[in-house]
């Protein structure tokens, strides 16, 4: 994206290889394919990716593909680990990158969970990548590893920006397996909201009372709209919101 | 000492958000009359809504907010793209995974600035913060919105952006769009500028500060 990065990029033909197919998936069994190459490629115990409130047709929905043994996973459910399990309780807050590491392993539920997920094949060491979408969803990618410390430890800092980049494009390769396609234009929910009063025949006062905005904010979200839209004013805007099927 | 206060410390950290708040009142409101909403003597607004992380900068014998910023992901929603998407070219914005939005970046305005031109120790401290955080995450940018006032500030902390998009006035204030460097040697001239040379962040969480000095000896 910029020329600055260019001397820090990852440049290993396997990491682009792997951009460049999320970029190409479209279908389910592909996601759960390209999660497993992952693991693979970088010598992983186990890779895991979880969306929730997805937009598209299965909207709301939890997102899951993991290379998890099966008996893990049905461990993980009947012991209900959703609740339990401090990597998915950060990672859906925190955009941080979360070092497994750092979780304090004395109290004994976690130190039992860790353990458990050891046993299963799941590795000792951790990170976890949050991803925020564009439609105000979040996805966190976890990968796990068996390597001895030191070697993680050196690892680590060039993992974070690889892992960075593959949470994202896992991301949106989930987004299109849901079908979900990007609009080509993208307004606001406050720009929509402010345009739809205006269809309703309302002025900017009266837009400004019901959203509890200014005058002023409103006409702001509302030029900020005809601009995106390339209208010429107010009502132009309106007719391309119905044309475009933005509602 | 900078805080770091992800969604998961909100509650354990409220003290610094409530006053940073109430610092974001006086500061955009009252002393720059920006277009903001304030209740209750606090500035609030939507993104504040989507979990952003907030950097503090507090004294530490006082225990008092001296200045905060908040940070969000530009894959995510954020001020360029829902706000000031006009400032980019027609239909562009930028959605990048090694790129955060830096945004509501305040100073408490009683602190005393230096009389010789040179940069507010509080300001340097925060700057240092974002370039820490942002090695941290992986980031190799940091996009954020601001005025001429602001310019001159970076110029003096040898942390200047290059420029995208087109100024553009919104409520009367000429605005720039602009992209700051995320890397090792930013972090240095920063340093050397604000005399800060070394980690502002010593999260009470200790891994990522350990997390960071395995970066930075990683990165020699």
């Known amino acids: 994206m910029t020329s600055a990065t260019a001397h820090s990029m990852n440049l290993d033909p396997n990491f682009l290889n792997l951009i460049e197919e999320a970029t190409s998936v479209r279908h389910h069994p592909q996601v759960h394919e390209l999660i497993g190459r992952l693991a693979t490629i970088y010598e992983l115990s186990s890779v895991a990716y979880v969306g929730v409130n997805l937009p598209g047709p299965a909207g709301g929905n939890r997102y899951v593909s993991t290379t998890f043994l099966p008996d893990w996973i049905n461990r993980y459910n009947d012991q209900n680990y959703w609740q339990l399990d401090p990597v998915l309780k950060q990672g859906f807050s925190s955009i941080l990158p979360i070092d497994w590491g750092k979780f304090d392993v004395t109290r004994p539920p976690l130190r039992r969970f860790f353990g458990e997920a050891v046993e299963f094949g799941v590795g000792r060491h951790g990170l976890s990548f949050p991803v925020r979408g564009r439609y105000g969803e979040k996805a966190l990618l976890s990968v796990s590893s068996n390597m001895p410390l030191g070697k993680w430890i050196r690892f680590m800092p060039f993992w974070t920006r690889d892992f960075q980049i593959l949470a994202f494009h896992i991301h949106q390769m989930v987004l299109r397996a849901e079908g979900h396609r990007d609009p080509k234009i993208k307004l606001s929910p406050r720009e929509l909201e402010c345009l739809k009063w205006s269809a309703a025949g309302k002025s900017a006062g009266e837009i400004g009372t019901i959203l509890y905005l200014s005058e002023k904010t409103v006409r702001f979200y509302q030029d900020l709209a005809r601009r995106k839209l390339d209208a010429k004013n107010l009502t132009h805007a309106v007719a391309k919101l119905y044309s475009l099927d933005l509602l | ?220």
């Open chain 2, 1 to 220: 000492m900078i805080y770091v206060i992800g969604a998961d410390d909100y509650i354990s950290h409220n003290h610094f958000l409530d006053q940073m708040f109430r610092l974001r009142a006086r500061v955009f409101k009252d002393r720059l009359n920006w277009d903001v909403q304030v209740q209750n003597g606090r500035e609030i607004d939507r993104f504040d809504t989507f979990d952003p992380l907030y950097l503090t900068s507090v004294n530490e014998q006082t225990g008092r907010l001296q200045g905060s910023l908040r940070l969000l992901p530009t894959t995510g929603p954020n001020m360029l793209r829902d706000v000031f998407g006009a400032l980019l070219p027609d239909g562009a914005f930028i959605e990048s995974p090694l790129i955060w939005e830096s945004s509501r970046f305040c100073i408490d305005p009683d602190l005393a600035a230096p009389l010789d031109g040179r940069l507010n120790s509080v300001t340097t401290e925060l700057f240092c913060g974002v370039v820490e955080v942002g090695l941290f995450a992986g980031l190799d940018t940091v996009v954020s919105v601001y005025d001429a006032r602001m310019a001159r500030i970076f110029r003096r902390a040898n942390w200047a952006p290059r420029s995208v998009g087109v100024p553009t006035y919104f409520g009367g204030i000429l605005t720039h769009a602009g992209m700051f460097e995320i890397s090792d040697i930013a972090r240095k001239r920063l340093g050397k500028a604000g005399d800060r040379p070394d980690p502002v962040i010593m999260q009470l969480n200790p891994s990522p500060a350990l997390f960071l000095n395995a970066q930075m000896s990683n990165h020699q």
